[in-house]
């Protein structure tokens, strides 16, 4: 249940994909909130909805915010390196917390 290369390629183009419908839906929402938060429109809010309660569709909001956080500090040239030059994993407890890297 993991993200393989075929399933990020699919995602990737997810408008020609065979994904379905909902996951398409999902996607053009998390596309908008990440580029153009004012592109929402009511095509898109009524699309949603038929896949989706208003919960669930806060629930996707709050989710792809809480994974975008960081554009603000990269946008204002704030963002710190965990260790300057270097890539370093992302790792998350059993509570999905980031765990710094020692």
Do not use: C
């Not at 919960?55 to 965990?82: P, R």
């Amino acid at each position: 249940m993991g993200l393989d290369e075929n399933m990020a390629a699919k995602v990737q183009h997810y408008e020609t994909s065979d994904l379905a419908a909902h996951h398409k839906a999902a996607l053009r929402l998390a596309d908008a909130l990440m580029t153009q938060p004012g592109q929402i429109d009511a095509a898109l809010r009524a699309e949603l909805r038929t896949h989706f309660t208003d919960d669930q569709i806060v629930e996707i909001t709050v989710d792809v915010m809480k994974w975008n956080y960081q554009k603000v500090s990269v946008a204002l040239g704030v963002d710190a390196e965990v260790r300057p030059g270097e890539l370093v994993d992302l790792i998350f407890d059993e509570n999905g917390h980031w765990v710094r890297p020692s």
